[in-house]
């Protein structure tokens, strides 16, 4: 038989040995290392580079896309402020100008290889302009990007008028996901019922649970462990999310230990954010100052299931960005301190299969046989080079249809003495044993 594509050559994430990738229907038909005698429509020689399934963004805010200095900046660079400035943009929003400035970053999303997002949508608006844009947007972008939508209560369920309403409103209208955010709350007594709510209305729906939880720097912030034994008693086990979670990077670590243990054990995912969290955290601090990131490595040591998410793309949080989750991951690198060689591996999993757990897609992620042929081909032969040269990402395919190509960058190097090119690779042409 002739198949629809044959990839030729490619390396996969931790394999030594180079693999043919045969593609039909839209489907991996068959994998293995020598598949030449196969014949097919289109063939791609990936010369060793990697072929990865395609990156996932875990958290990220659609709706305040490429919002930056609407209607104004944010001077003191903090998470309240920022949280400020979205309010007084909140009431121009409208749908022609959400779904316009979504549909633009998910294409620079889908362009660099993110071919799965979820998105919190704020529902802190009675009129949920938002939400109706993004329901529209999840089906429009089908045939490029898989679109979770997490109804999120940016100013509280509690603390925002008729927020259990609107909530529950928006899990009608089809949101994926129930949010949360106990930690901006008024109370801390109010920030314990909105993870009981958020955890209510999950069950009803029969749907998975993603709250902002701790995104602060205060040592006492400790709904996350509000969470976990809610998980647990509720016996919601693998089907809930932590995102930020940023006060463990604060807390005592007798505390730290205790709460990673009990994550463990209620086996919920925690997302972190390093764009945002670096920028956001550690605002009131002198010297020395936090890092506001979770505590990634010892969470990953203990077994709890982490992901990455952008978070925010030019909007009144983060001024920056340009949806490139492999960019996320070599900060995330950076700021964790997993620089060690099978560190970095465990990394590039951060926006890959932890985060196809996380968003429990794993049954039709990845590249095996009989599972959907999404997937991206890197300029660079391992995770280690991509995470360090953050390459283009040459192709990438979507259920055996290639939605988009980058042509490599070529830089040349012109000598007074020679006047042939000297082309710049940035890879070394000689290693250390």
């Excluded at 121009?92 to 362009?111: C, F, M, N, T, Y």
């Excluded at 045939?143 to 928006?170: H, T, W, Y």
């Excluded at 976990?228 to 693998?238: F, L, M, P, R, V």
């Excluded at 990634?296 to 340009?322: Q, T």
Aim: proline share 4%; glycine share 6%; hydrophobic share 40%.
């Amino acid at each position: 038989m002739s198949y629809d594509v044959l990839i030729r050559h490619a390396r996969l994430h931790r394999q030594s040995e180079l693999v043919d990738i045969a593609i039909q229907d839209g489907m991996f038909s068959r994998i293995g290392q020598d598949l030449s005698a196969l014949s097919a429509t289109r063939v791609i020689d990936a010369e060793g580079r990697l072929v990865s399934p395609p990156f996932i963004d875990g958290h990220v805010h659609l709706d305040a896309v490429l919002t930056v200095g609407q209607p104004r900046y944010n001077s003191s660079g903090t998470l309240l402020e920022g949280i400020q400035i979205w309010g007084e943009r909140k009431p121009s929003l409208s749908r022609e100008d959400v779904k316009r400035r979504v549909l633009e970053e998910i294409q620079w999303e889908v362009a660099q290889g993110t071919l799965h997002i979820r998105s919190h949508v704020d529902v802190c608006d009675p009129n949920l302009t938002a939400l109706r844009a993004l329901l529209e947007v999840r089906e429009e972008v089908h045939d490029i990007c898989d679109l979770q939508l997490v109804a999120f209560p940016q100013d509280g369920i509690l603390s925002f008028p008729n927020g259990r309403e609107l909530m529950r409103k928006a899990m009608e209208l089809g949101c994926d996901v129930v949010g949360g955010i106990p930690h901006h709350e008024w109370t801390r007594d109010m920030g314990v019922e909105d993870v009981h709510y958020a955890f209510s209305l999950a069950k009803e729906f029969n749907c998975d649970i993603d709250c902002h939880c701790d995104e602060t720097d205060d040592p006492l912030s400790r709904f996350t462990e509000i969470m976990a034994a809610d998980t647990i008693e509720q016996g919601w086990q693998g089907r809930v999310t932590g995102s930020h979670c940023t006060a463990m990077g604060s807390y005592n670590d007798a505390y730290a230990f205790k709460l990673i243990g009990l994550l463990a054990r209620a086996q919920m995912n925690v997302i972190a954010n390093p764009f945002d969290n670096v920028v956001l955290q550690g605002r009131f601090d002198t010297y020395p100052k936090r890092r506001g990131v979770t505590r990634v490595k010892e969470l990953l040591a203990a077994g709890v299931n982490v992901a990455l998410g952008h978070d925010s793309i030019m909007d009144p949080w983060f001024p920056l960005g340009r949806g490139d989750m492999l960019a996320a991951a070599q900060l995330a690198l950076y700021l964790c301190h997993m620089s060690g060689y099978e560190e970095i591996d465990a990394v590039f999993n951060l926006i890959t299969t932890n985060a196809a757990r996380a968003l429990r897609i794993q049954d039709r992620y990845g590249i095996e046989e009989g599972k959907p042929a999404d997937f991206l081909i890197l300029d660079a032969p391992n995770a280690f080079e991509a995470l360090r040269l953050l390459p283009a990402r040459l192709h990438v395919f979507k259920h055996g249809r290639e939605v988009a190509t980058t042509t490599s960058a070529r830089s040349v190097l012109h000598r007074e003495h020679n006047s042939a090119e000297q082309v710049v690779t940035f890879c070394p042409q000689t290693q250390a044993d």
